[in-house]
């Protein structure tokens, strides 16, 4: 098999890299790609966003499964092009990418299906938002309806600055979404679907704030870490039951059969796990520490729900212990990211070491991105794989990186008190941790 990968992130990456692992992968390409995979597969300098191009590079290099990492290029309908085109692609069509690309819609969808999620309200003037907020008090939860890179989210109990940020979007052309605020920690829970089935992934739980303890702004990601110790026992078969099996009939009953990977963020909240969003790609940062330990092939499975039947998967197998990702960040992110840098003391193709954004120029490696890498460590306590993460780190250097100091630390502090199996408590420093609710 041929695959193709759109994206150059650490998501794609991660994508590219686990899929080169299947048995039945003879060639994998990216595009763009990066540094990074350019270690072991082949880049193409094409647009991911532009549906004639990506067709004309799978046709040439005969793909027979195209991977879509980013979410743009889902909402512009490039899957929709390469199946028409005749080639097998996982990633929604344009009309069932609605659930990442309009809030409202989502909302609308988890309505008709009877999802649990936040009251809300969508708004298209100043005025109802402020009815909104009053509603449902602070903390104040504001939303711009289009796609943000995981941004569009304000999460704030200054009343103030919720309608400074919900008049920003409102002047962009985009409606806004007020909801409660969910309170309790938060999970990222991905599902890979054909349609009809779904598959689930192992939950994982990423920090969105830039800072340790997580302060200061929101980000598109400073680390994650899979398995969760504590979360509850019964939650994949739960969401399963009460979120991605519904959503899913209720996207085939309104003709637009979501085929793809499923994004569900929840909040685990003292009335049950509620959705704060649907995403319907990989999140990134989660995807690089969960695929790392998948021992499944999973570009055959991808390629079996693109086909639109899972049936002849019988589960996913998962590698026993624990992955932490921890991301290095370019001075000034995420506000002003400085690019350009240096990175030295990378070693060449570390399956470990993912690349976000990253150039070579003239030879050396350097920063091109607020987010530069994702570096992985495993351990079969949180602890130890936390300590080979950043053991990892530590060997690399970039001229005023920085990075956080305490991913997955209180859920790892919390496991070598209880146990390795103890899964009663959810770790408290994580809450609001999610792309929404942070």
Not at 61 to 82: K, Q, S, Y
Request: aromatic share 4%; glycine share 12%.
């Amino acid at each position: 098999m041929t695959v193709l990968v759109l994206g150059s992130g650490g998501r794609e990456h991660a994508l590219a890299l686990a899929c080169s692992r299947d048995p039945a992968v003879g060639q994998v390409h990216v595009a763009p790609g990066n540094p990074g995979t350019a270690a072991f597969a082949t880049n193409h300098p094409v647009d991911p966003t532009d549906g004639a191009a990506v067709v004309d590079l799978a046709r040439s290099i005969g793909a027979d499964l195209v991977v879509v990492g980013p979410e743009a290029p889902l909402v512009a309908g490039v899957a929709d092009d390469l199946r028409a085109a005749g080639i097998d692609c996982f990633g929604p069509s344009a009309a069932a990418a609605r659930l990442e690309g309009s809030k409202a819609f989502a909302k609308e969808v988890m309505a008709s299906a009877g999802v649990p999620t936040a009251d809300s309200r969508t708004c298209t003037t100043l005025d109802e938002v402020a009815a909104a907020l009053d509603t449902f008090g602070a903390p104040h939860v504001i939303k711009d309806d289009g796609l943000a890179a995981g941004k569009g989210v304000v999460v704030t109990a200054d009343r103030q600055a919720a309608l400074d940020h919900a008049r920003d979007c409102l002047e962009s052309g985009h409606r806004v979404v007020v909801e409660e605020f969910l309170d309790g920690p938060e999970v990222s829970l991905f599902a890979i679907c054909d349609g009809h089935h779904a598959l689930p992934m192992p939950p994982a739980q990423d920090f969105k704030r830039v800072g340790d303890g997580d302060t200061g702004p929101n980000t598109g990601g400073m680390g994650a870490y899979t398995p969760l110790p504590w979360a509850p026992e019964n939650l994949v078969d739960e969401v399963s039951r009460t979120v991605i099996a519904p959503t899913l009939a209720q996207m085939q009953d309104r003709g637009t059969p979501f085929v793809g990977l499923l994004y569900v963020g929840l909040a685990l909240t003292s009335s049950g796990p509620k959705v704060v969003e649907f995403n319907v790609r990989f999140g990134d940062p989660e995807t690089e520490p969960l695929l790392s330990l998948v021992d499944s092939p999973l570009a055959s499975i991808l390629r079996a729900a693109a086909r639109g039947d899972l049936s002849g998967v019988e589960g996913l197998r998962v590698r026993s212990g624990f992955a932490v990702g921890v991301v290095l960040a370019s001075e000034g992110y995420p506000a002003c990211p400085v690019t350009g840098r240096a990175l030295t003391g990378l070693e060449p193709g570390d399956p470990d070491v993912l690349h976000a954004g990253t150039r070579l120029v003239d030879g050396r490696m350097t920063s091109s991105g607020g987010r530069v890498l994702v570096v992985l460590g495993h351990g079969e306590t949180l602890a130890g794989a936390r300590q080979e993460s950043y053991e990892r780190l530590a060997r690399i250097d970039l001229p005023g990186g920085f990075h956080r100091h305490d991913i997955a630390l209180r859920a790892a502090e919390e496991q070598a008190r209880a146990g390795l199996h103890d899964t009663s408590s959810p770790d408290p420093t994580c809450v609001g941790t999610d792309k929404e609710n942070s």
